[in-house]
């Protein structure tokens, strides 16, 4: 197999190259070989659940917490004028 280099940033997501760094992308292989998906919108979905998974494990830990302000604390969103 020839080497590959997989890295990521939060905002690009994965960044999958080759070992003499040309793009490669990320593919998903049955038991037969055949490959049943491929190309950046895999990566897109393997890079979500892995954000995903994370997420949930930092609210799990209590590391991550959510907090929404009571309705009287919100400054009033002014309308458009129709």
């Known amino acids: 197999m020839t080497p590959v280099t997989i890295s990521a940033t939060a905002m690009g997501g994965l960044d ?10 990320l593919a998903v292989v049955d038991d037969q070989g055949h490959v049943l998906d491929s190309g950046p919108q895999l ?25 929404v302000p009571d309705a009287s604390q919100t400054e009033p969103h002014a309308e458009a004028d129709k």
């Open 16 to 25: 999958i190259r080759t070992a003499d760094g040309r793009v490669a992308a």
């Open 43 to 67: 990566a897109e979905r393997i890079w979500t659940t892995a954000l995903d998974c994370y997420e949930n494990f930092l609210f799990a830990e209590g590391a991550l917490r959510v907090f």
